[in-house]
């Protein structure tokens, strides 16, 4: 919306913008807020930034240490379409207060580290990001967890669980079957006009849009799109996607969930970022190799696969994430590239003959993501595959299904739970510390808060299934 912090101060003083609502994201990948009143807001809030309490931030300061401070970027502000008093909503970075230095547990500052890398690299000058988050639109849920009882419930109008529901007015029956969610048209689609209220939302809050529609699995699953970008504004980017879906939802009545596996023994929902590389305006992955691609994208995807074991914990950081991520549900289980093999881990889409459209698309990532942190480390792995020019092997061009057990074991998997990925990050993480992208603190406090506070706490608790299992033992 505006390109210069002068910019931004005159629109809000020629249009009596009282309230501006500063955003910014945690490590863990929510964001925050705090609204200030205009006249808090003036040039040195583009460098020095807005001090704020960071003790209470999830992963970040501990309270001696807690003052931070907020540096808003004017390139990202749009009017929030949400809130009653006109407010303009602009995402920050943060730095030590005290020093001035952009501070390393910023996942913000993290991603331009990443950049920054890629330009010394000399390999290119350019990052493009392109994420498809899926998410499920939802009626209702309930859940909760405590000493005796643990339960969650869910419900979509959509739901094939409830094409024998007596409904208020009756049960009309137009329910998606399991898998067969894909493309369907009203009355079985109930949420064509809320999507495109979703990406008519997102348009005015400066998101390139580009399309929507209902996603394969039942009860609501469906996706947005937008077209990719620079790292840092794809990752801007897809944190306005979340707010403004989970927004317009609300105004519905519904609710919405990026979680990859809330529905079981239905498909998931993913991430599938598609990323390439650009020079002086010219792109890097077309070639006359595999799938039209270049050398340097083959050396890309190897060490994509290389790292994904690490990867994962990055970009699929919930103990929820590797319910998704089984055989079965198009889910992308496999360590080996395909141009149309979708359960590989990496694919090619068709491009056409444009080499400024060739690229790949790593198809593991969910939206739990951090998406700083995930892009960041995504585009590491990738430059370490350049820089050693790592194999990604043979292409998987087969049906997999049709694998013996003998071939199918010569497949390397993903992991199969975020303790496998995080003890993978523990033991492979210099492909994201050498380049000084990551620290090794922020790598250890990453591994810290996700056993702490979410893969230990999951194994101490009885899960509802083990009473159907056990309990006449």
């Not at 609501?220 to 879906?245: N, P, S």
């Not at 190897?302 to 914990?313: D, E, N, R, V, Y």
């Not at 198809?363 to 892009?375: K, V």
């Amino acid at each position: 919306m505006f390109q210069t912090p002068q910019e931004f101060l005159n629109y809000v003083k020629e249009n009596n913008i009282q309230i501006i609502d500063l955003k910014f994201i945690d490590l863990p990948g929510i964001w925050q807020h705090l609204s200030m009143f205009q006249n808090q807001i003036d040039e040195s809030s583009f460098t020095d930034g807005v001090p704020f309490d960071g003790s209470s931030i999830r992963g970040w300061k501990a309270i001696n240490e807690s003052d931070m401070a907020m540096v808003l970027d004017p390139t990202t502000a749009w009017i929030d379409p949400f809130m009653a008093e006109p407010t303009l909503s602009v995402i920050c970075s943060i730095v030590e207060p005290r020093t001035g230095e952009p501070y390393s547990r910023c996942p913000r500052v993290i991603a331009q580290k990443a950049v920054d890398y890629l330009i010394s690299t000399g390999i290119g000058d350019t990052a493009f990001f392109g994420p498809e988050a899926e998410f499920f639109i939802f009626d209702d849920v309930r859940f909760d967890q405590n000493q005796h009882e643990g339960y969650y419930h869910i419900d979509s109008v959509e739901g094939r669980w409830n094409s024998g529901k007596k409904e208020e007015g009756g049960n009309l029956g137009y329910k998606p079957r399991y898998k067969e969610g894909y493309f369907p048209v009203a009355p079985t689609d109930t949420s064509q006009d809320m999507r495109t209220e979703m990406l008519l939302t997102m348009a005015k809050c400066g998101v390139p849009i580009e399309k929507h529609h209902h996603e394969v699995a039942s009860g609501g699953q469906c996706e947005l799109g937008f077209k990719f970008g620079r790292l840092i504004e794809a990752a801007d980017w897809l944190m306005t996607y979340k707010y403004v879906i989970k927004n317009v939802g609300k105004k519905y009545g519904k609710t919405i969930t990026f979680m990859p596996k809330p529905v079981f023994n239905d498909n998931g929902s993913g991430m599938h970022t598609h990323q390439s590389i650009w020079n002086d305006g010219q792109p890097l992955f077309a070639g006359d190799k595999y799938a039209g691609l270049s050398q340097m994208a083959l050396h890309y995807i190897g060490g994509i696969l290389k790292h994904a074991p690490a990867l994962l914990a990055l970009t699929n950081p919930t103990t929820n994430s590797y319910k998704r991520l089984v055989p079965g549900f198009e889910a992308p289980v496999n360590l080996a590239y395909s141009q149309g093999n979708r359960s590989a881990s990496v694919r090619i889409p068709l491009s056409g003959t444009n080499p400024k459209a060739k690229r790949l698309e790593f198809r593991c990532p969910d939206a739990t993501s951090n998406p700083y942190l995930a892009f960041a480390a995504m585009l590491c792995a990738g430059l370490d595959g350049i820089k050693n020019q790592i194999d990604p092997g043979e292409s998987l061009d087969v049906d997999i299904y049709d694998l013996s057990p003998e071939e199918l074991s010569k497949i390397p998997s993903t992991p199969a739970s975020l303790q496998d990925a995080l003890e993978a990050l523990e033991h492979d993480h210099a492909f994201l510390t050498e380049p000084g992208v990551f620290t090794e603190d922020l790598i250890k406090t990453w591994i810290t808060y996700k056993l702490d506070n979410e893969v230990i706490p999951m194994s101490l608790r009885p899960h509802p299934y083990e009473f159907a299992l056990y309990y006449d033992c």
